[in-house]
């Protein structure tokens, strides 16, 4: 079974500022890694794909990078929609586990 | 226009069993590929990752809770099923299922969610 880390857990910042999330799995793959934002009340939403392929209506500003065992996030400029959790997930092998998410709050 | 929607009970005692249901569009689950999968989240916590059912009856289950699961599809009414027997307060959560991508298992559409509480 694959454990995925995230850190920070929680990450303050102004709008406009950069944002990197990172994600660790316990074991190396290659790019079978997903991100989701999720706002209060709302499901999940599929971010990026592939560790590094944005997924259909995802805004430029996000990137994402990473194979092995460390993924980033990045958000070039935070827009106020942004601020929300993000989990990753891994889909190289059984469970599919989720990371325990990275808060991005409002400075 | 895929969409999904969860429905099933608010409140469950315990030892009873759970049963939520994926009623699904924009897609066919006899489709190569395809898969819909459970995913929940208890209140102010992290998602786990239940289980999935491919468009070939193949079914995969979460290991720390494979004893009590069964995911099922009706693929004439676009359903998926799935059952937790034995319920526990720690089962409460908001139960989604979510798309599978026919080419790898990430979601690209989810339902939006349906809070199942625990209690007596």
């Known amino acids: 079974e694959i454990v995925m880390t995230q850190s920070p857990a929680t990450l303050s910042l102004s709008p406009g500022e950069r944002a990197t999330l990172s994600c660790r799995a316990s074991q190396s793959f290659s790019d079978n890694l997903a991100w989701y934002q999720q706002k209060p009340g709302q499901a999940p939403r599929l971010l990026i794909y592939?560790?590094?392929t944005r997924a259909t209506g995802t805004p430029a500003r996000f990137s994402g990078s990473g194979s092995g065992t460390e993924f980033t996030l990045t958000i070039s400029s935070l827009q106020s929609e942004d601020f929300a959790v993000y989990y990753c997930q891994q889909y190289y092998n059984w469970p599919l586990n989720f990371g325990p998410g990275t808060r991005i709050d409002i400075k | 226009q895929i969409t999904l929607k969860e429905s099933g009970p608010t409140l469950v005692e315990p030892t009873q069993t759970l049963t939520l249901t994926c009623s699904f569009s924009g897609f066919s689950l006899t489709t190569a590929g395809v898969g819909v999968g459970w995913i929940r989240q208890p209140p102010g916590k992290a998602l786990e990752w239940v289980a999935l059912i491919y468009w070939d009856d193949d079914k995969r289950y979460s290991p720390s809770l494979k004893n009590r699961l069964s995911i099922t599809k009706d693929t004439s009414r676009n359903l998926v099923i799935l059952t937790v027997t034995n319920v526990d307060p720690m089962d409460t959560a908001t139960y989604y299922c979510?798309?599978?991508?026919?080419?790898?298992?990430?979601?690209?559409?989810w339902g939006q969610g349906t809070l199942v509480t625990v209690s007596s």
């Open positions: 979510g798309h599978r991508n026919p080419w790898d298992s990430y979601y690209d559409h």
């Open positions: 592939a560790a590094s």
